[in-house]
């Protein structure tokens, strides 16, 4: 039985409205609808009584709720318990950013020398869930300007590259226009990337992760993808070209946080983990 589902369930059941909690979720309602059938599944109990009108507990719901308050007081216990005295830090992961985190994470251990930080790998999306659900207490995204449920602060600029082949025709070019690569394979690893730098280019087969479109590009003599410099500053593969975009062209990275961080707080790890 997952957390998440406790939450959305106690959610529903604040609001008697699945819309209302699904705003307040900051996410779709039927996903909201999808994680309390399934909890009613597991359970093997209809939680609640819907008609077009309104939302009520049934009696097995209202035994339910209590439980899932004191399920989710428990949770947030066992956290603070971990934390010990200094804290901490869940941060969701960007692609390509080991150096920064590295940069980041002393930064704050100056401030805190008993500072403790886990790293949670998830794709661009569900990061933001996790931070809107309180399961991290920051993120690191790119080509991200606003999101609901959250704060996102604007903290460093990265040059774009084009990623090619060696065998590519433009892979000895010490500068490449999108319109020159238009004609090949497009890799989409990441389509903020490509939405912020404004490229003219209907997306192509999406890939997987960073190394995965690595392997793919290298392996193609006319595929080509898009990559910020942290992520081209951590390939190792000698099979492809990283080549500046002209006109040059930048992605923002933001450190992303929850509405209600105190603004201290979030200044402090803006200036942390930015340029």
């Known amino acids: 039985m997952e957390l998440r589902a406790l939450r959305y369930f106690v959610t ?29 599944r597991e359970l093997g109990e209809r939680l609640f ?34 934390a010990g005295p200094a804290g901490v830090l869940r ?23 008993a500072f403790g930080f886990v790293l ?13 659900q309180g399961e991290i207490d920051l993120a690191l995204a790119r080509g991200v300007t606003a999101a609901p449920g959250v704060r996102v602060l604007p903290a460093w600029t990265e040059p774009l590259f084009a990623v090619v082949s060696a065998r590519h025709p433009a892979a000895g070019r010490e500068v490449v226009s999108v319109a020159e690569l238009a004609d090949g394979d497009l890799r989409v690893h990441d389509p903020a990337v490509l ?3 404004g490229v003219p280019v209907r997306p192509g087969r999406p890939a997987g992760t960073v190394q995965d479109t690595i392997v793919e590009v290298g ?11 942290d992520q081209v500053a951590e390939i190792r593969s000698t099979r492809v070209r990283a080549i500046p975009l ?30």
């Open 246 to 275: 002209a006109p040059r062209t930048t992605i923002t990275g933001s450190v992303v946080v929850p509405d209600d961080l105190p603004p201290t707080c979030a200044a402090a790890h803006r200036a942390a983990f930015g340029d």
């Open 12 to 40: 529903v059941a604040d609001e008697l409205h699945f819309g209302r909690a699904a705003q307040r979720l900051h996410i779709a309602q039927p996903a909201v609808s999808r994680q309390i059938a399934r909890l009613e």
């Open 195 to 197: 939405r912020e730098a």
């Open 120 to 132: 949670v790998d998830l794709p661009p999306a569900e990061r933001l869930d996790a931070l809107r």
């Open 49 to 82: 009584d819907r008609s077009p009108r309104r939302v009520r507990l049934t009696a097995a719901g209202h035994r339910v709720l209590a439980a899932a308050r004191d399920a989710l007081a428990a949770a947030d216990r066992v956290r603070s318990a971990a």
């Open 91 to 113: 941060i969701g992961t960007a692609a390509g950013a080991t150096a920064r985190l590295e940069r980041g994470i002393d930064a704050l251990r100056e401030q805190s020398p």
């Open 219 to 229: 392996a193609d003599p006319r595929a080509w993808t898009v990559l910020p410099a």
